[in-house]
């Protein structure tokens, strides 16, 4: 089954302690798209300006992503975000957003994208998630992600959200926030009394904590050599994650600890280059590896 | 088998954000040889002054631990800790210390003692851990821990340590001080490179890496609702895998993994009192219970 993809399309220029890298391609969407995409059909919801270049567009094609909902806007700007990780690249400061054709962008959804079953609201306004979701028509699972800027500016909105999908995914930082428990289990308690019955916390690289009906579920983060840029790498645990789900048959449930482990295996391989680098240059061949060495990780 | 602990006996004053207790039962080896005792018979090697109260001679002696090699100091004062831990409970600070006896403590190990299989050499100066490891007669399995402390004042006696044991515990800003690698793959394999086969990087609330002959293997914490005080988690992770591994038959790298476990449910319930006030009022019996919840915590 297909997976819609919503989120921002974006130019992402990225600076850590070791190189600089202008204009990659990036956004929330990109990533979970293309995570996914190694699993199920990935249908994106974006939108990007003249300045966005064809190369980008080429790569999606590659990885078979239905582009019918991605708005190309004449004369407009593609989102551009700017950042810099510290030396131990957990922290990250943004240096510069400018949202171009983000800024007014209220998708109508392709005629052929309103029964995608598997719905993942990557990150970007909850407004705009809410808008996409009023469009959908008897979707099976619903993700979301947010960012600590929609919990500060936009709460009352994330709450709606929040009642109205199945999976909360957002990191330790923002459930802190969100909740005002710097204790993860009271945090969770307190996201599912918002909504949502699956709430995922993610740790970066000390791994996720799950909960759901099934009870909680705790996955290390895959160990790494070599970290270059973990820009994109939550976005492609849960495009990883939602595309494991669309390919699997049967309830949901039976399926997500095992979803939540492909999701951490794809997001690994985000981390191992620039932007999108590295996890273009993959094929499911090397997932599936990487998840028998994870196996072997956790076993005991 | 039996586990033999060496370590400091101690007295600790704690100051958290939500109370404050003074002069505790504390010090590595009593962690160590309390967690052990739940799996195996245990010897400890200590030192402590006449301050120390007659009712924890009583609690080591409920634990069945053989006090033979615990020396009482007439005169002497025995080892005083205090400090304290910030609001989120991972940052300790150390407010004062005492060495009291501890200072001139060159123990004789007790002739019962000398053939001791297994070995731990809980957190105390390098030179006592390599003092005891002269008197010990063919050793099955030698642990040690050490502190950020040694690898400052001590760090050649530290290297001469990490070339006769086979297991090194400790925590990762320990690793990375001692590695100069802030990742965590590649201070495991330049700790191996200074003697030890097996290795173990304690994260706290994120779990414990381990690395040894049969591979990695990377284990969360035991999620808490409330941690109370988590001075001693890491010598009870260490004591009760230690005392695991002690109970088990056969060849050690086949159990090392599950002793890992053992070792991280130890040290939750450590971490759920004040120094050793949960670890003491609990039995096999829960550690068993929440090993069975441990399993489906992790498992996919």
């Given at each position: 089954?297909?997976?819609?993809?919503?989120?921002?399309?974006?130019?992402?220029?990225?600076?850590?302690?070791?190189?600089?890298?202008?204009?990659?391609?990036?956004?929330?969407?990109?990533?979970?798209?293309?995570?996914?995409?190694?699993?199920?059909?990935?249908?994106?919801?974006?939108?990007?300006?003249?300045?966005?270049?064809?190369?980008?567009?080429?790569?999606?094609?590659?990885?078979?992503?239905?582009?019918?909902?991605?708005?190309?806007?004449?004369?407009?700007?593609?989102?551009?975000?700017?950042?810099?990780?510290?030396?131990?690249?957990?922290?990250?400061?943004?240096?510069?957003?400018?949202?171009?054709?983000?800024?007014?962008?209220?998708?109508?959804?392709?005629?052929?994208?309103?029964?995608?079953?598997?719905?993942?609201?990557?990150?970007?306004?909850?407004?705009?998630?809410?808008?996409?979701?009023?469009?959908?028509?008897?979707p099976k699972f619903i993700a979301a992600d947010s960012m600590d800027l929609w919990l500060n500016i936009a709460?009352?909105?994330?709450?709606?959200?929040?009642?109205?999908?199945?999976?909360?995914?957002?990191?330790?930082?923002?459930?802190?926030?969100?909740?005002?428990?710097?204790?993860?289990?009271?945090?969770?308690?307190?996201?599912?009394?918002?909504?949502?019955?699956?709430?995922?916390?993610?740790?970066?690289?000390?791994?996720?904590?799950?909960?759901?009906?099934?009870?909680?579920?705790?996955?290390?983060?895959?160990?790494?050599?070599?970290?270059?840029?973990?820009?994109?790498?939550?976005?492609?645990?849960?495009?990883?994650?939602?595309?494991?789900?669309?390919?699997?048959?049967?309830?949901?449930?039976?399926?997500?600890?095992?979803?939540?482990?492909?999701?951490?295996?794809?997001?690994?391989?985000?981390?191992?280059?620039?932007?999108?680098?590295?996890?273009?240059?993959?094929?499911?061949?090397?997932?599936?590896?990487?998840?028998?060495?994870?196996?072997?990780?956790?076993?005991?």
């Open positions: 089954m297909s997976v819609l993809v919503v989120g921002t399309t974006a130019l992402d220029s990225i600076r850590t302690p070791k190189a600089e890298n202008p204009r990659l391609l990036g956004g929330s969407a990109s990533h979970a798209a293309v995570a996914a995409s190694f699993f199920a059909p990935v249908k994106l919801v974006g939108a990007v300006g003249d300045d966005f270049p064809r190369r980008y567009v080429s790569l999606y094609e590659r990885h078979g992503i239905d582009l019918e909902g991605l708005q190309r806007v004449k004369g407009g700007k593609t989102f551009h975000w700017s950042g810099e990780y510290e030396v131990n690249m957990n922290n990250r400061q943004t240096l510069n957003t400018e949202l171009g054709v983000i800024e007014h962008f209220t998708p109508t959804l392709p005629k052929n994208y309103e029964r995608s079953p598997y719905i993942l609201l990557a990150n970007i306004s909850p407004s705009l998630q809410l808008h996409v979701l009023d469009q959908v028509k008897k709460l009352d909105e994330v709450m709606k959200l929040l009642k109205r999908i199945d999976l909360f995914v957002l990191n330790d930082s923002e459930a802190h926030q969100l909740t005002e428990s710097d204790n993860i289990v009271k945090a969770i308690r307190r996201i599912h009394k918002m909504g949502p019955r699956f709430v995922i916390v993610k740790k970066g690289e000390h791994g996720a904590v799950y909960s759901g009906p099934d009870g909680m579920f705790i996955t290390p983060a895959f160990p790494l050599q070599n970290v270059v840029d973990p820009t994109g790498a939550g976005d492609s645990f849960v495009g990883g994650l939602m595309g494991y789900l669309a390919s699997c048959k049967g309830p949901i449930h039976r399926h997500l600890r095992r979803a939540i482990v492909h999701g951490t295996v794809t997001g690994s391989f985000c981390c191992e280059g620039f932007g999108l680098k590295r996890t273009t240059k993959i094929t499911r061949g090397h997932i599936d590896r990487r998840i028998k060495e994870f196996d072997a990780l956790v076993k005991y």
